[in-house]
């Protein structure tokens, strides 16, 4: 079973992406279902499936992301008004490609909490 996700063919320039950001490391691109003005998503080119795989090998790389985004937030002009950036863990996290990246939200204000509360009150 092979562990390629559609994040693998992007990196690989298998199929298309609209980049905005790369080096030896990393791949910043737009969502192709944006859910604000802006939003890219900021992914390694080093395969790790969720934030629960992150080890001590790799946790500059995981910081080399955040970076990314500070310096997108900069380019893009976000920085002084802010933005959001975000990392969902497994299928309780919102995460369907299992290859960790930043979603980077910006351009308009962010609400919280980000999610419909659909949890029923216990008695």
């Known amino acids: 079973m092979s562990n390629e996700t559609i994040f693998t063919k992007i990196i690989n320039k298998e199929i298309p992406a609209d980049i ?16 604000a003005p802006f939003h890219v998503l900021i992914i ?3 395969a790790i499936a969720t934030i629960n795989d992150i080890n001590l090998e790799n946790r500059e790389l995981v910081g080399h992301l955040y970076y990314v985004a500070a310096q997108l937030a900069k380019e893009y002009q976000f920085a002084e008004n802010g933005y959001r950036v975000v990392m ?21 204000a962010m609400g ?6 659909t949890l029923k009150q216990q008695d």
Not at 90 to 107: E, K, R, S, Y
């Open 112 to 117: 919280w909490p980000p999610y419909t509360n």
């Open 20 to 35: 905005v950001y790369e080096d030896d490391h990393a791949l910043a691109f737009r969502d192709i279902n944006p859910q």
């Open 88 to 108: 969902n863990c497994n299928n309780d996290g919102g995460q369907t490609v299992f290859h960790i990246h930043l979603h980077m939200l910006a351009g308009k």
């Open 44 to 46: 390694p080119k080093q």
